[in-house]
């Protein structure tokens, strides 16, 4: 759906796209994520023919959008749905005329322009909110319009601009689901830029870290939070641990296959050594259960459990004092 190759995009001496390479397949859910001036943003406004770029190639659905001119870039636009951070709905429209508002401009008939918006409200589920007005909503309801309004035109491609932040964790929780649901039942390609791990575990298939312009890491979400890659690091920060002085700490990493196996009461009883568990966390990937556990072991029975964590594929790492993780792992 999306081919990106090589991009570079300058404001003036600063470059803010350095040499982007990323394959985004029709239907898939995808995140782009970095901190902010990591050029994320402007990414989604180049796919969208917001903003152009220097060098380099994008190719949206077969089109190149740098080859597009002003009249082919309007029609080009239809096919692009886009949700921002802050809604921007018209505070002086119904929400039935803001849902409403790109079908009038296109000039769709008022009896299919009636019958799509009530199809959204449905879909969204604010049926009761269609003469309400923005200021009588709250975040999550006036994102849902945001999105209905998004899809008025069945667009090929919805890019979604930290569509969540704003909002509360709860409501951000619905926003994703909604998002999910939308992508299963329409098929639509979905782009998310966005800093909120929730919200990358949720609901993105394949996501790409941005540093300085440069895409770090890519590939799919599970695989980039079992490998701990510096750049996800460098994003999530690091965990504030309480490590043990003696012995040997280590991090083991729950994959999806292992991640409902009583792996560490297992090793115990096999192994029959003491350990101590210092912390641990479990979240869910989409439909995926992935997390972490660390434990301090005894130095003399390293070894030992070396050999378990190879047998039972059982993927670890050292954790050392200063809290980074060591090169030697399994």
């Not at 849902?144 to 951000?172: F, H, Q, Y």
């Not at 964590?309 to 060591?326: K, L, Y």
């Amino acid at each position: 759906m999306i081919e990106i190759k090589e991009l570079t995009k300058s404001f003036g001496d600063l470059q803010v796209l350095n040499g982007i390479n990323i394959d985004i397949p029709r239907g898939m859910i995808y995140g782009l994520v970095g901190r902010s001036g990591a050029g994320k943003s402007t990414l989604l406004r180049c796919i969208n023919g917001l903003e152009t770029y220097d060098e380099g190639s994008l190719v949206v659905d077969g089109v190149d959008v740098k080859s597009l001119s002003r009249k082919d870039i309007r029609e080009f636009r239809k096919d692009i749905g886009m949700i921002f951070q802050q809604f921007s709905l018209l505070n002086r429209l119904t929400v039935y005329d803001n849902i409403a508002l790109p079908l009038t401009c296109w000039k769709y008939s008022n009896s299919y322009i009636d019958h799509k918006v009530k199809e959204l409200l449905e879909m969204i589920g604010i049926p009761d909110k269609i003469n309400a007005k923005p200021r009588e909503l709250s975040g999550g309801q006036k994102q849902r319009v945001a999105i209905a309004r998004a899809l008025t035109m069945n667009p090929k491609l919805l890019l979604c601009d930290e569509a969540t932040s704003a909002l509360d964790p709860k409501t951000a929780k619905s926003i994703t689901a909604l998002l999910n649901q939308i992508n299963q039942d329409l098929g639509i390609t979905i782009v998310i830029v966005t800093h909120q791990m929730p919200v990358l575990r949720s609901v993105c298939e394949e996501i790409a870290i941005l540093e300085s312009g440069k895409v770090e890491v890519s590939g799919p979400v599970e695989q980039v939070f079992l490998q701990q890659p510096q750049a996800l690091k460098n994003l999530i920060g690091q965990e504030d641990l309480l490590l043990m002085e003696e012995g040997i700490n280590i991090k083991i990493l729950l994959s999806r296959e292992i991640s409902s196996q009583p792996v560490i009461t297992k090793m115990a009883r096999e192994l029959a050594i003491d350990f101590m568990v210092l912390g641990g966390e479990m979240d869910n990937f989409r439909n995926n259960k992935l997390g972490s556990i660390i434990i301090n072991i005894p130095s003399e029975h390293l070894n030992q459990v070396k050999k378990y964590f190879a047998d039972n594929n059982v993927i670890w790492e050292f954790i050392e004092r200063n809290g980074q993780s060591s090169a030697e792992a399994g």
